[in-house]
């Protein structure tokens, strides 16, 4: 049984954080600025929903796992030595820092590989799944019914918020008309 009705299955790079063409976020303050914005904005629409969780489809799944105590995660142990000092790492360190700033407590998982074996499996227990995702889902919206994807490239903008809504809209009625 889930806590919520409704999942958003978010990744990281090149949709909540501005990228270069699919190649990896940029490495600079003005993605860390709109990484900010972008989490802010989540977390505002998941407070006044009040019935949606987040799940993790990143590629970064492979640096977390997922502490089911705290709805967090945290870092794999043979990533953290190079996570907590290496200079590779910093943006990484400031965009996990403002995740658990902002997000904490509303993730429910991370992605165990496959973004479609993860939506397929979340399908079966959630009314409605939603990605933010750069990778083109669009073709699982054919074979899920209760599935909504939505393109985001390094902005979350107003627009996407409306089509979660009328996509719940339509799930909450669908369900009452079963």
Same mark, same amino acid.
Request: aromatic share 18%; hydrophobic share 40%; net charge neutral.
């Given at each position: &049984?889930?806590?919520?009705?409704?999942?958003?299955?978010?990744?990281?790079?090149?949709?909540?954080?501005?990228?270069?063409?699919?190649?990896?976020?940029?490495?600079?303050?003005?993605?860390?600025?709109?990484?900010?914005?972008?989490?802010?904005?989540?977390?505002?629409?998941?407070?006044?929903?009040?019935?949606?969780?987040?799940?993790?489809?990143?590629?970064?799944?492979?640096?977390?796992?997922?502490?089911?105590?705290?709805?967090?995660?945290?870092?794999?142990?043979?990533?953290?030595?190079?996570?907590?000092?290496?200079?590779? &790492?910093?943006? &990484?360190?400031?965009?996990?820092?403002?995740?658990?700033?902002?997000?904490?407590?509303?993730?429910?998982?991370?992605?165990?590989?496959?973004?479609?074996?993860?939506?397929?499996?979340?399908?079966?227990?959630?009314?409605?799944?939603?990605?933010?995702?750069?990778?083109?889902?669009?073709?699982?919206?054919?074979?899920?019914?209760?599935?909504?994807?939505?393109?985001?490239?390094?902005?979350?903008?107003?627009?996407?918020?409306?089509?979660?809504?009328?996509?719940?809209?339509?799930?909450?009625?669908?369900?009452?008309?079963?």
């Amino acid at each position: &049984m889930v806590k919520n009705q409704f999942v958003i299955c978010i990744d990281i790079d090149d949709s909540l954080l501005p990228a270069y063409d699919n190649c990896g976020f940029y490495k600079d303050t003005y993605a860390i600025d709109q990484f900010e914005l972008n989490v802010k904005i989540l977390r505002s629409y998941l407070k006044k929903k009040n019935n949606i969780d987040l799940f993790l489809t990143s590629s970064w799944s492979k640096l977390f796992n997922y502490d089911k105590e705290n709805n967090f995660f945290r870092i794999k142990d043979k990533f953290k030595y190079d996570f907590e000092h290496s200079i590779h &790492m910093y943006y &990484m360190r400031i965009i996990y820092r403002l995740m658990n700033e902002y997000l904490k407590g509303f993730f429910i998982g991370i992605s165990q590989g496959s973004r479609t074996n993860d939506i397929i499996e979340l399908s079966k227990r959630y009314n409605g799944v939603i990605a933010f995702d750069d990778f083109n889902l669009s073709n699982l919206e054919k074979e899920i019914k209760n599935f909504k994807y939505i393109p985001a490239y390094g902005a979350l903008v107003p627009p996407m918020f409306y089509f979660i809504d009328k996509f719940i809209e339509e799930r909450i009625s669908d369900k009452r008309n079963d």
